[in-house]
Nanobody, 125 residues
Framework: QVQLVESGGGLVQAGGSLRLSCATS????????MGWFRQPPGKEREFVAAIGRSGTTTHYADFLKGRFTISRDNAKNTVYLQMNSLNPDDTAVYYCAADRDTRFGSHYLSQYDYWGQGTQVTVSS
């Protein structure tokens, strides 16, 4: 059983940056592709970014327009989401997730097997 713990969320002004971290334990980190999803208030959970097992393949939601960067440190069993140029529409609970079946990561929420508890990101205008 894999445990995932997100951190790094908080309150930030529009135009600011945050770096989310997701520390994992209980499994072989390099066996999992990793993803970040978010759930804005009153909306469904949506894909943000994914990264393959080796860290060389990444995928992003189209709406990000290059503002976010996903990365992973396989030595630290941790995946990151660097978020720049934040705007109020980025306000959401951000979740990391682990996918044991695909090598390069997936956009699909149902593909992921393990989830963290989420971290709140609030962007003020």
């Amino acid at each position: 059983q894999v445990q995932l713990v997100e951190s790094g969320g908080g309150l930030v002004q529009a135009g600011g940056s945050l770096r989310l971290s997701c520390a994992t334990s209980g499994g072989t980190f390099t066996s999992y592709a990793m993803g970040w999803f978010r759930q804005p208030p009153g909306k469904e959970r949506e894909f943000v970014a994914a990264i393959g097992r080796s860290g060389t393949t990444t995928h992003y939601a189209d709406f990000l327009k290059g503002r976010f960067t996903i990365s992973r440190d396989n030595a630290k069993n941790t995946v990151y989401l660097q978020m720049n140029s934040l705007n109020p529409d980025d306000t959401a609970v951000y979740y990391c997730a682990a996918d044991r079946d695909t090598r390069f990561g997936s956009h699909y929420l149902s593909q992921y097997d393990y989830w963290g508890q989420g971290t709140q990101v609030t962007v003020s205008s």
